[in-house]
């Protein structure tokens, strides 16, 4: 995180969070959507969800 809030979340050297945006642009970059990453695949908020979605119901599948 940089002083003036912008974040990355890199997991293995890519960009990746799957909880929720991996760059984020707050505060003065307000103006810049939000960017969702999967293990380095920029991926739409749709996609994402959609993934998120599939792997909880994944771990319920396991969990049973």
């Known amino acids: 995180e940089y002083s003036d809030g912008r974040r ?7 960009l ?3 909880d929720g945006p991996a760059v984020m ?4 970059y ?6 969702y ?3 380095g695949v920029n991926v ?3 996609e994402f969800e959609a993934q998120k ?3 909880a ?3 319920m599948s396991i969990s049973r």
Do not use: D, R
């Open 8 to 14: 990355w979340w890199y997991e293995s050297g890519k």
């Open 16 to 18: 990746h969070n799957p």
């Open 25 to 28: 642009f707050p505060g003065a």
């Open 30 to 35: 307000s103006l810049v959507p939000a960017q």
């Open 37 to 39: 990453w999967i293990h």
């Open 44 to 46: 739409t908020l749709e």
């Open 53 to 55: 979605l599939n792997a």
């Open 57 to 59: 119901v994944s771990q």
